[in-house]
């Protein structure tokens, strides 16, 4: 499923050169992007960068300062929010406390009067969608957070919307509950064939649901893309800063003329080798990107690879699975290193104060243009 990478492909959504002015506050910045049926599609960035005045343009609720939206090719321009095929699930659900959960699915079939055994099915059929058949006479006080979402989630799909907008939608769920109602989410997106397009200042939350991840800051559209070539080759500091953890060397590149770049990096220091896409063809200030778990730490210098640097352990976080390693090198720099520990008992006997080695392979790591 790639719809994206088909220049046949027709798009659902089409973002062209929006622009969206408050006064003289610039909240959306000349974006355009394309999101394909059926795709599970996130706005990702910072408190105040725009996600949501994006969906809002998408739903109708504000109108583009300048550029277009289209919808199955057609322009919404003067499209009032419900003559669109969309729906918005809201944060706080707004679910009516005096309804059942069966009567809270079928209030908007019920406005829209569509025959009485068409709404019995439709709603039948969306408790089941979303396990809540045995509990559709109770009354939103009577069910778990995670259940009222469920019921939230169920209403604004009864009508079967082509687009459905979730705008923080498990901001309300603590970390557990959270992360299973996010594969909650993608079964539910993957049965109804709807496509989802969800704001979210959580990374992890992006990274797990979307089929793409539109990462935003300050009106600005960073980089679109699958989250794991997001993760694997963000376009930028930013992005690579801002999607998990990473360590930035900053330093001098230039290419070697074999297809890899050289990084000075430090006085003192061997430089660092690595072949990466983006690598500028002249000698620049770059940004060497390496993410800890790409970091080998050993006591040994290792024989095998160009990347090797020497520094001492200075702190070690033990997260269970994992044992996260702060390496602190001569110059002052701090490198993180990130080890599995499942195996290899020998790592376990890394203590603090010790001298150790990281290492690398050439294309581990990432050069980021400034
Ligand atoms: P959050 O994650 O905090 O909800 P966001 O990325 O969704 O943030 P938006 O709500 O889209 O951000 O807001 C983007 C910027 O536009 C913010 O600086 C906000 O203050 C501003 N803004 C949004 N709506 C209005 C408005 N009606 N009038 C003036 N400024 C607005």
Redesign the pocket.
């Given at each position: 499923f790639a719809p994206w990478e088909d220049a046949k492909a027709k798009p659902l959504i089409s973002f062209q050169n929006v622009t969206?002015k408050?006064?003289d506050?610039t909240?959306?910045d000349n974006i355009s992007i394309d999101i394909y049926e059926r795709e599970f599609f996130a706005?990702l960035?910072?408190?105040?960068?725009?996600?949501?005045?994006?969906?809002?343009m998408l739903g109708g609720f504000?109108t583009p300062t300048m550029g277009k939206i289209l919808i199955d090719g057609q322009d919404m321009a003067n499209v009032p929010p419900n003559k669109r095929a969309v729906n918005m699930m809201f944060q706080s659900y707004a679910l009516f406390p005096h309804l059942s959960v069966w009567d809270n699915i079928a209030f908007g079939l019920r406005r829209d009067k569509l025959p009485k055994d068409q709404i019995e099915a439709r709603v039948e059929e969306m408790v089941k969608l979303v396990r809540l058949d045995k509990f559709a006479r109770r009354k939103p006080h009577q069910i778990s957070g995670g259940q009222r979402q469920r019921v939230a989630l169920a209403r604004s799909l009864a009508k079967a919307p082509k687009l459905l907008l979730l705008?923080?939608p498990l901001g309300a769920l603590d970390k557990k509950l959270r992360q299973d109602t996010q594969f909650e989410l993608m079964d539910i997106q993957e049965k109804t064939g709807t496509t989802f397009v969800i704001?979210t200042?959580d990374q992890e939350e992006a990274m797990t649901v979307a089929s793409r991840i539109a990462v935003?800051d300050e009106?600005l559209l960073i980089q679109v893309d699958t989250p794991a070539r997001i993760y694997e080759t963000p376009n930028s500091v930013y992005v690579a800063d801002f999607i998990g953890d990473v360590n930035l060397i900053e330093g001098n590149a230039s290419p070697r003329g074999d297809g890899k770049t050289i990084l000075h990096w430090a006085e003192g220091q061997p430089p660092l080798v690595a072949e990466c896409p983006h690598a500028p063809d002249v000698e620049a200030r770059c940004t060497f990107a390496i993410r800890p778990e790409k970091v080998t730490i050993s006591k040994e210098k290792p024989t095998d690879r160009t990347n090797a640097i020497q520094g001492k352990i200075e702190d070690i976080a033990y997260l269970g699975n994992l044992s996260t390693y702060s390496v602190l090198l001569a110059n002052g720099t701090r490198v993180k290193a990130q080890t599995a520990n499942n195996r290899r008992l020998s790592r376990r006997e890394l203590t603090w104060e010790d001298d150790v080695w990281l290492s690398w392979t050439e294309t581990a790591g990432i050069v980021l243009d400034k």
């Open positions: 969206k408050f006064g506050f909240a959306i706005l960035g910072p408190s105040g960068c725009g996600k949501t005045t994006l969906m809002r504000e705008d923080e704001v200042h935003m009106g």
